[in-house]
Structure formats: structure tokens, C-alpha cells
């Protein structure tokens, strides 16, 4: 019995590598009222968007090879300081002199002194504009509160409004009430992985109460976002589900 135990977990787990082995990180492209936004899936809980010619950089983190080719950031988000987030051996790699931060305080506390100058600190509820884009800054927090890894008001989560359309990235949460409340949101970017945010059933119930047109799983490592699309179409067809390798060699 154990030896077939443990050959269904290794089974269970070749099925989800190969099926994330034939995914790609290609760029997306979305029409928007002005223009093309070009998405950019690069590591985990990294993204880079592209959009009427600003280029805007979501917790950069991995080796400066996956960042190459791409354009040098005009606006940098950082949702917390853990060390998948916040990377200063990353930030150090990218051209950031022109690049504008924008962070909560927890971020700005534990940023190296060479950025301070360029840093703005953004607390939850609070919205900035950046040449044509409007950043607001969401709750993300771990349930239940106490003693959370990720306790409310130490992080960011953030929408991004470019062209018209409300693009949602949920740093690390869980499905927190901020988050099932959200309206109008057009792409959505929500992290799953176990033990430091949500399953994908806690996942796809959140996805299913906010419905964005656009969801793409992330910042998933070990969780099984097949099954996860599974749920979301299940729950509503309408919702569509996007899956990129966020975890390329």
C-alpha cells in the first residue's frame, strides 16, 4: 500500500511538471484605449508591463538574464520585503536611474540607501499617478491576522489603471475581503502556494467572487494551476483563465 502511495505522488507530480513544461512566457498583448499593454510573465511574482511607452516593473527578483531584453523600468512596484519581492542583488543588475519606486514603508525601511532618492512610500488606499497611469494601493494580508506572515498594512497589493483597463496584482494574500470586493477589474494577476499565501481553492472561490475577465495565476510554486483552471471555468465560463511558465530554466 505505501509503494503505491508513493508511486501516485510521483505520478501526480510528473503530471503537473509536464504540464508546466509545455507553457510558455511569452508576452501577452491586450488592447487598451490607448494602445497596446504588453505583458511580460518573468519569474514567480515578477512581471513587467509595457504600456503608451512607460514600462512598469512588478517586484523584480532572479538573475539579470531574464531581464536582458527588456526596456529599463520607469516605475518600479514592490508589494513587501521578503526576499523574493524586494531583491537588491536584482535592483542592482537593472538600469533603475531613471526608474521611480513606489513601496510601502515596511519596503522603504529595508531599502538599499542608493534608492531612497527615487522611493515614494504608498500605504493601502492610497492612490498616485505616474504619466498616464494611476497606481492604487490594495490590501494583502494572510487569514487569519494574527501572527500572519504577511499581516494587513505591511504590504501592497496593487491596481494599475492603463488605457482604461484595471489591472489587478495581488502581492501575497490570501482571499481577503479587499480582494472578493474588487469591481471592474480586467486582468488579474493572484498568487496560490502553500504554507505563505492560499491553495487553489481558496484561490479560485476569491476569483469566482470578483470576476476579472482575465486571470492568470501566479507566484505558484508546487500548486497545481491546471486544477485551477479547472475551478475558475467550472465556476464561470465567462472568466478567462491564462497560463504562462512563471518558472522558466
Known sequence: MLRTFFISIVLGFLTITTALAQLNNNPDRIETDEGELVIHPILHGSIIFEWNGQTVYIDPWGQAG???????????LITHPHGD???PETLASLDTESASFYVPQAVADQMPEEFLGQTT???????????????????MYNLPE???RH????????VLTM?????????DTEGIPEMRNLQ???IAFVCMNLPYTMDINQASDAVLDFEPAIIYPYHHRGQDIQEFKKLVDTGNKD?????KNWYPR
Open 121 to 139: 512610500v504608498i500605504a493601502n488606499g492610497e492612490t498616485m499617478e505616474y504619466e498616464g497611469i494611476t497606481i492604487r494601493a490594495v490590501p
Open 184 to 186: 471592474g477589474i480586467d
Open 239 to 243: 472568466i478567462e483563465v491564462r497560463l
Open 85 to 87: 519581492h524586494l531583491s
Open 151 to 158: 499581516a494587513k498594512g505591511w504590504g501592497n497589493g496593487y
Open 146 to 148: 494574527e501572527g500572519a
Open 66 to 76: 531574464l531581464y536582458d531584453d527588456k526596456p529599463a523600468p520607469d516605475i518600479i
Open 163 to 171: 488605457g482604461g483597463k484595471d489591472v489587478y496584482v495581488s502581492g
